[in-house]
């Protein structure tokens, strides 16, 4: 059975793997470490036309910013 504290889905959530992308990040695992516990939620999710669950990793809209800001890349320039 899973350990799900429901009051995170009510929060912004955002893939690991779009996140990880965005800031050019090539260890979606590894970034993962740095986040903390409660910020992130790993869901098993069986996608139509699939026949295997995946594993897909969520950050809190609170980690999202932390992530980012972290991030070596520039994201904005003028």
């Known amino acids: 059975?899973?350990?799900i504290d429901f009051k995170i889905l009510k929060r912004l959530l955002a893939l690991a793997k779009d996140v990880a992308?965005?800031?050019?990040h090539n260890q979606v695992a590894r970034?993962?470490?740095m986040v903390d516990e409660v910020e992130k939620l790993v869901?098993?999710?069986l996608l139509p036309g699939y026949i295997q669950v995946r594993e897909?990793?969520?950050l809190?809209?609170?980690e999202l910013?932390?992530?980012l800001m972290q991030s070596r890349k520039l994201l904005y320039s003028n």
């Not at 992308?21 to 050019?24: A, D, H, S």
């Open 21 to 24: 992308e965005w800031i050019e």
């Open 65 to 67: 910013y932390e992530v």
């Open 1 to 3: 059975m899973y350990n």
């Open 60 to 62: 809190t809209e609170d």
């Open 31 to 33: 970034m993962m470490e």
């Open 43 to 45: 869901v098993k999710i």
């Open 56 to 58: 897909h990793s969520f």
